[in-house]
């Protein structure tokens, strides 16, 4: 089983920062093409940045340049550094597991979900 526990949300003012952390367990982490997705109230999900096993990057251009994706496969976790905040970033905001080997390689997981996190950017 696949377990993805995401933390950091919260209330920011405009111009603040956040980071959020996504650990992972049951899951070869080093192996995990990770990234965050976030869903804005009425919106759809969209997704926000990527970081494959070998630490390739990829951003949504809403966020390039104030938002930096990266992991650390030794505490198994992913990371989203948020900085420069706007309200229109207010969404809650999702871990996810894009590809990934099962623990003993006996099993590849795709698409696997964090429960999500609440960030609120206020003006």
């Known amino acids: 089983q696949v377990y993805l526990v995401e933390s950091g949300g919260g209330v920011v003012q405009a111009e603040g920062s956040l980071i959020l952390s996504c650990e992972a367990s049951?899951?070869?982490?080093?192996?995990?093409?990770m990234a965050w997705y976030r869903q804005a109230a009425g919106k759809q999900r969209e997704l926000v940045a990527s970081?494959?096993?070998?630490?390739?990057?990829n951003y949504a251009d809403s966020v390039l340049g104030r938002f930096t994706i990266s992991r650390d496969d030794a505490k198994r976790t992913v990371y989203l550094q948020m900085n420069s905040l706007k309200p229109e970033d207010t969404a809650v905001y999702y871990c996810?597991?894009?590809?990934?080997?099962?623990?003993?390689?006996?099993?590849?997981?795709?698409?696997?979900w964090g429960q999500g996190t609440l960030v609120t950017v206020s003006s």
């Open positions: 049951g899951i070869i982490f080093s192996t995990a093409y």
């Open positions: 970081i494959t096993n070998g630490g390739s990057t």
């Open positions: 996810n597991v894009d590809r990934a080997y099962g623990l003993g390689y006996r099993d590849t997981y795709r698409e696997v």
